[in-house]
């Protein structure tokens, strides 16, 4: 038996939420530029939990842009999917169906434009939803009277001129724009896209007054790790369970945070799905999210890849089931980079609240997120993420940070690579992992010749924001902890750490 609306009657809902019949006839309130597994697992989820609690009793008009693979599953479904939530919350083990209902039509941006654009002529679509990946949001040449227009702000800006018409212009009529493509400040550059775009394409200077003045983009920050389809074995066995078949189930994580920034009354009552669930915020700036992820979720995960590897764990769950890597790990969020995030808008208690989090996400058993993954871009991961830490610890302190400088030391060991013609190889515990890093060349040369090989990586301003070696103590503690994880290994430096309560 397939998911369908026509089916629901028949599953027992015992081990699935199975969504009210008047639900699936309200009426269509968004449009959303996208399918993707992020989307379904963030936004789409937020409004179905909404609608399920009568408070945003609205649905999505999803627009596909390409006519490839997908809207054909979402018609045999009526739009209905699976969402499995799957791993840690506070410290609990969370496993939750439910059938999501929040979709009424998915539509391809090839075949259907003519209907995309009548949608515009619906007084309740107010919010735009887009996830076009990182690329999406780019300046084109299009022209707004293609069928359709290539690009995602072209499309937008046909809808939104479409609308313009429709509705003479009026302040009603404007929307509100959030896209959640992972980007810095993503809506100021849409707009500034959409209005460069509008004046290319000669448009009226009446709408580029009604798209500046009456409808609003709301910079995002989304996060929620959503993997996707699950493993055939497991998707079987989860059907067996429920009763069903579903071409369109994925999975998420418990954790789910969507900022959006916005100080607008007018903003907070159309989003009224922000009222359905603490991992939606609406706040003035979305500036101490960003900087938790970036710091405590990302900057973790840099710092501590390079031990996790050394120590031979392959996966991020792997690693925190090890005891003295897991103290390693909360010591470092808790000890060093919270304590170099307070400020005006964060405080201490932000930090380890949001690092608690982080302990329960990379905890997911149901995750295979693979260390190797995370060397990707190691050096300007490091750079980014974990720099400014260093330099907030000495303003502070004036000492090294004890964890910081133990996991930069285990990324220098694992980038003294070898060449395999073209390509670089780092080697640990016996086993070979390719390297793409931008720096991999500069750093092959400086150990070759390994009694300089620290001084030239911690000073080189092609590496990092300044010359490291500046910092009173941490060429010394680098060298330390290099000798250490090559002569003892990483877990054992890792346990004298805690022996040393410095964990």
Not at 404 to 417: E, P, R
Request: glycine share 4%.
């Amino acid at each position: 038996m397939i998911l369908s609306k026509e089916n629901l009657k028949n599953i027992s809902g015992v081990s699935v939420k199975i969504p009210a019949a008047e639900l699936l006839e309200l009426p269509e309130k968004v449009i959303q530029f996208g399918t993707g597994v992020l989307l379904r697992g963030l936004p789409d989820y937020f409004i179905d939990k909404a609608n399920k609690k009568s408070i945003f009793n609205g649905r999505i008009l999803v627009v596909k842009s390409t006519s490839q693979g997908g809207a054909d599953a979402f018609s045999k479904q009526d739009n209905l999917y699976t969402l499995c939530v799957k791993g840690i919350e506070n410290g609990v083990n969370i496993e939750e169906n439910t059938i999501n209902s929040s979709i009424s039509r998915v539509l391809s941006a090839s075949q259907d434009w003519t209907e995309i654009l009548m949608a515009a002529h619906n007084p309740a679509m107010q919010v735009v939803i887009s996830n076009t990946t990182e690329v999406g949001i780019v300046m084109s040449e299009d022209k707004i009277t293609d069928n359709p227009p290539q690009s995602y702000p072209g499309k937008l800006l046909a809808f939104l001129h479409e609308r313009f018409k429709a509705f003479n212009g009026s302040a009603e009529s404007g929307m509100v724009i959030v896209p959640t493509e992972l980007i810095s400040d993503n809506a100021d550059k849409l707009k500034e896209i959409l209005l460069k775009l509008s004046i290319q394409n000669k448009l009226s200077w009446d709408f580029e007054q009604w798209l500046k003045t009456e409808n609003h983009f709301c910079k995002t920050l989304v996060d929620r790790i959503v993997p996707g389809k699950l493993p055939i074995e497991k998707q079987k066995a989860i059907e067996a369970q429920l009763g069903y078949t579903d071409e369109l189930m994925i999975m998420a994580e418990p954790f789910r945070l969507w900022a959006i920034e916005s100080s607008s009354e007018k903003v907070k009552e159309i989003l009224s799905f922000e009222k359905a669930d603490k991992g939606i915020l609406i706040v003035p700036s979305i500036n101490k999210f960003k900087e938790l992820k970036l710091r405590l979720l990302n900057g973790t995960h840099t710092l501590s890849c390079g031990l996790a590897i050394l120590s031979g764990f392959n996966t991020v769950k792997e690693a925190m089931a090890d005891e003295v890597f897991a103290k390693y790990v909360s010591a470092l969020m808790q000890q060093e980079i919270a304590n170099s995030l307070e400020n005006d808008e964060i405080t201490y208690k932000d930090a380890v609240d949001f690092s608690l989090s982080v302990i329960d996400r990379f905890s997911n058993p149901f995750l295979e997120h693979q260390w190797q993954a995370i060397t990707l871009n190691f050096t300007s991961k490091m750079q980014m993420r974990n720099m400014p830490l260093i330099r907030k610890y000495y303003s502070q302190k004036n000492q090294v940070p004890p964890l910081i400088a133990l996991g930069l030391a285990a990324y220098i060991i694992f980038m003294n690579t070898t060449k395999d013609g073209e390509n670089y190889v780092a080697s640990a515990n016996g086993k070979k992992y390719p390297v793409q890093d931008e720096f991999a060349e500069i750093l092959y040369k400086y150990w070759q010749n390994p009694e300089t090989a620290i001084d030239n990586i911690l000073g080189d301003r092609r590496l990092w924001d300044k010359n490291l070696n500046n910092y009173p103590g941490f060429n010394q503690a680098i060298k330390n902890n290099v000798v250490l994880l090559q002569s003892i290994g990483a877990k054992e430096t890792m346990t004298n750490l805690h022996t040393e309560r410095i964990i």
